[in-house]
């Protein structure tokens, strides 16, 4: 009896520090960026796990196969490129794993060893999960970034993870898909294919997406380009308040972007605008003479504006019937402020008694 019991000591103090090892090298690892869901650039990095125990197996997937009592039989595969597991001992024909869960691969496998071994107790686990390229998110972002797919994603998620839109954004969204759809779901089958040499594209605006319509939020496929569309920008010159360049938006007008740099200041000739616009394929420049007082009273509509114009607000002449009041208001307030500063001893000493 005090032998089996220093065995049993010997056997206990040999196994708990290997399990301590163990458990220090396999437990959770302490909180990263990466860990945080900060997306990481240059690096895919995953959403969340959600839906990932419904993922379908596709080419360049690993599992870990195992078959219970037989460890001759246990192997690491890869599913090919047809999408088959053709690498396991003493099965001839190859397991179909391409659109299949690993729950249903598993069955398969215990199906076929059924023929040698009596209730084979068989377990299938995914070891790495490639079979899906990365989408990409980049353009008018705060973060350009790569995201793994590993379940259905909607543009919104891929939005959010890429840190936002930036103030260059221009107002739409370029999705161009690079590769079919692997897993096709009912009604989804024209997309396993594409048709033509041109890949398939979709654009969405962004005040759709903020505004939650539905068709403006798709679902983003593996492999997919996500660009962010940067503004081109425009010059706002003259007499404003705060001349500079800003970026052209969608459906910019020329109210708009006078209201982006403080307006028109008094001194300025609003009736008569400049618009220096690039001509198509030319050097030159086409002079376009914009009435923003008529535009202002509605009686005519609103100019829209094209990248790279240059807006030049000029200044009306001091004589003229927007300036003519100040003017003279300006010139006796500065001459009446001279005469006391200068004048005011000598008025004083002069007093007729």
Same mark, same amino acid.
């Given at each position: 009896?005090?032998?089996?019991?220093?065995?049993?000591?010997?056997?206990?103090?040999?196994?708990?520090?290997?399990?301590?090892?163990? #458990?220090?090298?396999?437990?959770?690892?302490?909180?990263?960026? #990466?860990?945080?869901?900060?997306?990481?650039?240059?690096?895919?990095?995953?959403?969340?796990?959600?839906?990932?125990?419904?993922?379908?197996?596709?080419?360049?997937?690993?599992?870990?196969?195992?078959?219970?009592?037989?460890?001759?039989?246990?192997?690491?595969?890869?599913?090919?490129?047809?999408?088959? &597991?053709?690498?396991?001992?003493?099965?001839?024909?190859?397991?179909?794993?391409?659109?299949?869960?690993?729950?249903?691969?598993?069955?398969?496998?215990?199906?076929?060893?059924?023929?040698?071994?009596?209730?084979?107790?068989?377990?299938?686990?995914?070891?790495?999960?490639?079979?899906?390229?990365?989408?990409?998110?980049?353009?008018?972002?705060?973060?350009?970034?790569?995201?793994?797919?590993?379940?259905?994603?909607?543009?919104?998620?891929?939005?959010?993870?890429?840190?936002?839109?930036?103030?260059?954004?221009?107002?739409?969204?370029?999705?161009?898909?690079?590769?079919?759809?692997?897993?096709?779901?009912?009604?989804?089958?024209?997309?396993?294919?594409?048709?033509?040499?041109?890949?398939?594209?979709?654009?969405?605006? &962004?005040?759709?997406?903020?505004?939650?319509?539905?068709?403006?939020?798709?679902?983003?496929?593996?492999?997919?380009?996500?660009?962010?569309?940067?503004?081109?920008?425009?010059?706002?010159?003259?007499?404003?308040?705060?001349?500079?360049?800003?970026?052209?938006?969608?459906?910019?007008?020329?109210?708009?972007?006078?209201?982006?740099?403080?307006?028109?200041?008094?001194?300025?000739?609003?009736?008569?605008?400049?618009?220096?616009?690039?001509?198509?394929?030319?050097?030159?420049?086409?002079?376009?003479?914009?009435?923003?007082?008529?535009?202002?009273?509605?009686?005519?509509?609103?100019?829209?504006?094209?990248?790279?114009?240059? &807006?030049?607000?000029?200044?009306?002449?001091?004589?003229?019937?927007?300036?003519?009041?100040?003017?003279?208001?300006?010139?006796?307030?500065?001459?009446?402020?001279?005469?006391?500063?200068?004048?005011?001893?000598?008025?004083?000493?002069?007093?007729?008694?």
């Amino acid at each position: 009896m005090n032998r089996r019991f220093v065995v049993l000591a010997i056997l206990i103090s040999l196994t708990v520090p290997a399990f301590v090892r163990t #458990q220090g090298q396999t437990g959770v690892a302490p909180a990263s960026s #990466q860990d945080s869901g900060a997306p990481v650039a240059q690096q895919p990095g995953g959403i969340d796990s959600q839906g990932i125990r419904n993922y379908l197996l596709g080419p360049g997937d690993t599992l870990d196969v195992r078959v219970f009592g037989q460890p001759d039989l246990n192997a690491i595969v890869e599913v090919d490129s047809d999408g088959n &597991i053709s690498s396991l001992p003493f099965l001839e024909a190859p397991v179909p794993a391409r659109c299949r869960t690993e729950k249903e691969v598993q069955k398969e496998i215990a199906k076929a060893y059924a023929k040698y071994l009596k209730n084979p107790q068989v377990s299938v686990r995914i070891g790495e999960r490639k079979s899906r390229q990365p989408a990409t998110v980049f353009g008018a972002v705060r973060q350009p970034t790569r995201v793994q797919m590993q379940r259905k994603v909607r543009l919104n998620e891929l939005m959010a993870v890429s840190g936002g839109f930036t103030e260059r954004a221009s107002g739409t969204i370029e999705i161009l898909h690079t590769e079919p759809v692997m897993c096709p779901g009912p009604g989804d089958e024209k997309l396993a294919k594409f048709d033509g040499d041109q890949l398939p594209r979709e654009i969405v605006k &962004i005040a759709d997406l903020k505004s939650g319509k539905q068709e403006a939020n798709p679902i983003i496929r593996p492999g997919d380009y996500i660009t962010v569309t940067e503004a081109e920008p425009i010059y706002i010159i003259g007499s404003v308040n705060a001349p500079q360049g800003i970026y052209l938006r969608d459906q910019l007008t020329l109210s708009r972007a006078l209201a982006m740099v403080g307006g028109a200041r008094k001194e300025a000739k609003i009736s008569d605008v400049h618009v220096y616009r690039q001509k198509p394929g030319a050097t030159d420049q086409e002079l376009i003479h914009i009435d923003y007082n008529k535009i202002k009273k509605n009686e005519v509509p609103d100019f829209f504006l094209q990248a790279f114009d240059v &807006i030049e607000v000029p200044e009306a002449g001091l004589f003229s019937s927007g300036r003519i009041v100040p003017t003279l208001m300006s010139a006796v307030t500065g001459s009446m402020t001279s005469m006391l500063s200068n004048g005011g001893t000598s008025i004083a000493n002069r007093v007729i008694y």
